[in-house]
């Protein structure tokens, strides 16, 4: 099942980067649980090295985006948008749910009211998202360091990584409606 698109998020870059931003988020903040500082530097600096590749690679073939120069300056902007997304999570988490929705609504939705089709914005479907985060952070934080790698997921399609969506998730959005 595609996520982005059950939630009504269209297929864009910045979707894609956004989805991207907040699953290097939830991995961020079970890194610095880590032990050691120098470890939790080390590995944030190649998640965002890995993202500005894949991000780079996906403006070239994708978007036809030529121009190392103009791909610079949107890598410039996004780590930007980064930095930014680390603080409006952490705020959330920090303040509660209802903070921790609007900064899902602001940067998966753009803060829009209405979604790519023009319709009102399900809520619902905002506060699934703000379930995901909770549930995740929830399993990353049971995992031992050395098996944070196994728990994201696998190259097996049928076992689901920490990642991978949950039924769950939606039934508990609903019953609480």
């Not at 903040?29 to 080390?42: D, G, H, I, K, M």
């Not at 009102?120 to 379930?131: G, L, S």
């Amino acid at each position: 099942m595609d996520t982005a698109a059950e939630l009504g998020l269209k297929p864009t870059f910045s979707t894609w980067s956004q989805v991207t931003f907040l699953h290097m988020y939830l991995l961020t903040v079970r890194l610095r649980a880590l032990p050691y500082r120098e470890s939790v530097t080390t590995y944030s600096r190649h998640l965002i090295d890995h993202f500005s590749h894949e991000a780079e690679h996906r403006m070239d073939v994708y978007h036809d985006l030529g121009s190392r120069t103009i791909r610079n300056k949107y890598l410039k902007d996004l780590f930007i948008q980064w930095r930014g997304i680390i603080a409006a999570y952490d705020e959330g988490l920090a303040k509660g749910d209802a903070v921790l929705g609007a900064a899902v609504w602001r940067n998966l939705w753009k803060g829009n009211q209405t979604g790519p089709d023009g319709e009102e914005i399900d809520w619902a479907k905002v506060a699934q998202v703000v379930v995901y985060i909770r549930r995740v952070l929830s399993e990353l934080a049971k995992k031992d360091e050395v098996d944070l790698v196994f728990a994201i997921g696998s190259a097996d399609k049928k076992t689901r990584g920490i990642f991978g969506y949950s039924e769950a998730d939606k039934k508990l959005v609903e019953s609480s409606k």
